[in-house]
């Protein structure tokens, strides 16, 4: 008994050994080749897009200003046109420099952006690649196909666009950079900023041992550069004769066109490397239209081919395009920035300033404020006599129409509305006039036309190229001007004949040109009940030529100190008449 017992110890043993053996070797060959754990992959976070480094350090930096690049200004017709190329450094929700540096902060996106994610291994073999959109930052890509510990190369690229992924990228390897035959081949429909936008990040990163998605997150860079095209709506700043004085701009009442063109820049294929996110080849296009040019501005992107030296970056506004009141641009207005660089990845800013506002003879030559046959003045398009109705002397070298203080010889005519001869001037006297006329004019007396369309009648006062003004053109000249006076005023009230030295005028200076303005002066008026001399220098109203209608009153443009609208009084009142353009 005893000895079987032994034996069956001896075997127990052995085999336990055995086994202990077995183990051990197992242990040995998973330690020289470990068994690969696969991952769920990799979440990407677009975390916006940013421009290359700008040539304006922090300090110099505000929301206010930009870099000035390169400034023109053409005479076309009537117009003085301005294109002022800047670099843009506003940055719309973070318009700050990074810290320390003058490379300006990521600006998140403001819509949905479509993007493309390339994987690679770390010696630039390629893996696969995925679709992401920056509106689902925790979508898994490449699950199952990246091990844990290792460290890989991510290839991301983006056009802009909310809808449409960027064109895939080839297969191939990129352990070769500058290699044409790998290249990522982008060809533009359009140069607008959705659709033509390339932005690029490259990514390494080591994937975790977490069971989760590894999560990357990058900025992208922009890599052509960006030129955001307006119309710069802005009053004139600065004192007039100044180095500081920057004339304003009207917005066109006509869609703005024009043909862009960035010679040795503009490619409409261009060819990737991937490895670099550089352009390494390309077919040139050709000049691309552009519509609707506004106050808003409307990005496109140019230097597709991320030319880094200098480019013609050209602009031609088409004839017929621009339309401010009457004025009308009658042939193509170029713009050639020929000594300007568009850097590859740096945002611009091409503002266009329309301005048409200046002093004009009978035949609307410009002239200046004092020559002997500048008896209009242009705002906004519209051409207004510098004189009252009535001034004997129109000539601005002897009798200037805008004296300070005003003077009497500048007060002009009174009338009746709707009366072609007027009832008293300047030098009538304050007392009645015999013979005052009670009975009101006609409607339709000044204005055969309609209110929108105003067509000058027989009884008009004006002269043969002119007519009186309509309640939409003064109220025009008042939107696009300051209003400021001079002389002595009393309160507008009572039935006093007023002041009797003449000094008090409204006047309306342009807001786009500051120095372009009109007087009027505070001429009162004549009573509607015998024609008496009423509060002069406390009011500048003048007749305008639409009747109320179905009642004895008629529309006024009225003018005071600091303020200005329009309203209605009887027809038979005399008031003195400012006559525009007849167009």
Known sequence: MKRTMFKFTRTTISFAMVLLLIASSCSKDSESTPVENKTDGITFKA???????????????????????????????????????????????????????????????????????????????????????SAQPDAVMFAGQLTAGQTYKFVIYSLGSATDAPPAAPTSNINAAGDLSKALTLTFDSFEEQGADFMYALVEKEIEATGQPTALAATLQHKFSKVSIQLHTADATGTFGTSNYVRGGYLSETPVNAEVSNAGGLNKNSSIDLSTGAVIGGEAATPFRVSGINATAKSYILNTAATTGTTS??????????????????????????????????????????????YVNAANETRSATAADARYAVIGGYRWDRYNLGVTNVNPATNNPDAVPSVQALYGNYYQWGRQVPVANAYSGDGAIAGWNTTPAADGSWNSG?????????????????????????????????????????????????????????????????????????????????????????????????EVGGNDRALQGRGFQSSWDTSNYFKIAGYPVRCIQNK
């Open 47 to 133: 975390l916006g897009a940013e421009f290359a480094p700008s040539s304006v350090t922090k300090a110099q930096n505000n929301r206010t200003s930009s870099p000035i690049i390169a400034v023109e200004e053409i005479q076309s017709g009537p117009f003085t046109i301005t294109a002022e190329l800047s670099e843009d450094l506003s940055a719309t929700s973070q318009p700050s420099l990074k810290a320390g540096t003058n490379v300006k902060a990521a600006v998140p996106f403001a819509t949905e952006v479509k993007y493309r994610v390339v994987a690679y291994q770390l010696d630039g073999t390629y893996i696969d690649q995925a679709i992401g959109s």
């Open 313 to 358: 970056f050209a602009v031609a506004i088409d004839a017929g395009s621009i339309k401010i009141g009457h004025d009308v641009n009658t042939r193509v207005t170029p713009f050639e920035f020929t000594a300007s660089t568009l850097e590859p990845g740096k945002a611009y800013t091409l503002r266009i300033r329309l301005n048409s506002d200046r």
């Open 450 to 546: 309609t209110a929108a369309a105003p067509v000058k009648a027989a009884l008009d006062p004006c002269g043969l190229n002119d007519r009186l003004p309509s309640q939409a053109e003064y109220t025009a000249l008042g939107s696009n001007t300051r209003h400021t006076s001079i002389g002595n005023w009393i309160p507008f009230s009572g039935t006093s004949a007023g002041l009797s030295d003449f000094t008090a005028a409204h006047i309306m200076t342009s807001k786009k040109s500051s120095d372009v303005q009109l007087s009027f002066p505070a001429a009162g008026h004549r009573s509607s009940v015998n024609g008496v001399q009423v509060v002069r220098q406390s009011s500048a109203i003048y007749w305008l030529n639409t």
